[in-house]
C-alpha cells in the first residue's frame, strides 16, 4: 500500500521561508516522477514543482527560482524548499507520485496515481 505523508508545513511571515518534507511507503522513490501540488481555497489546484527519476527538476513560474525539489532515494523522502514566501503561497501543499511522464505538461495532475493528505501552509504579511 502506497502512503506520501506530508511534514513541515506552519506558518510563517511574507519573505520567510519553510521546507516540506514527504515520507513515502509502499514504493521505491527513485523510481517515481514525484511532485508537489497545492491548492488554496477558492482556487485550482496547482502544480508547483516536479521531479524526474534521474533528478531532472522543472517549476511553476510562480515559483520558480524560490522553491527547489529534490530526493533523498536512500531516506526514499521528497522534500520542497521554498524560500522568499508571499502570502500567494498560502495553501494546501500535496506530495505526489506516479509512473506516467508527458514533457509537454509534466505538471499535470493526471499524470500522478498517489497523493498525500497535504500539509498547510500560511504566508502572513
Known amino acids: 500500500q502506497v502512503q506520501l505523508v506530508e511534514s513541515g508545513g506552519g506558518s510563517v511571515q511574507a519573505g520567510g521561508s519553510l521546507r516540506l518534507s514527504c515520507a513515502a511507503s509502499?514504493?521505491?522513490?527513485?523510481?517515481?516522477?514525484m511532485g508537489w501540488f497545492r491548492q488554496a481555497p477558492g482556487k485550482e489546484r496547482e502544480g508547483v514543482a516536479s521531479?524526474?527519476?534521474?533528478?531532472?527538476?522543472m517549476y511553476a513560474s510562480s515559483v520558480k527560482d524560490r522553491f527547489t525539489i529534490s530526493k533523498d532515494n536512500a531516506k526514499n523522502t521528497l522534500y520542497l524548499q521554498m524560500t522568499s514566501l508571499t502570502v500567494e503561497d498560502t495553501a494546501m501543499y500535496h506530495c505526489?507520485?506516479?509512473?506516467?511522464?508527458?514533457?509537454?505538461?509534466?505538471?499535470?495532475?493526471?499524470?500522478?496515481?498517489?497523493w498525500g493528505q497535504g500539509t498547510q501552509v500560511t504566508v502572513s504579511s
Open positions: 521531479i524526474q527519476p534521474g533528478g531532472t527538476t
Open positions: 505526489v507520485a506516479g509512473l506516467r511522464w508527458d514533457s509537454l505538461a509534466p505538471l499535470s495532475r493526471y499524470l500522478y496515481d498517489y
Open positions: 509502499g514504493l521505491t522513490a527513485s523510481r517515481y516522477y
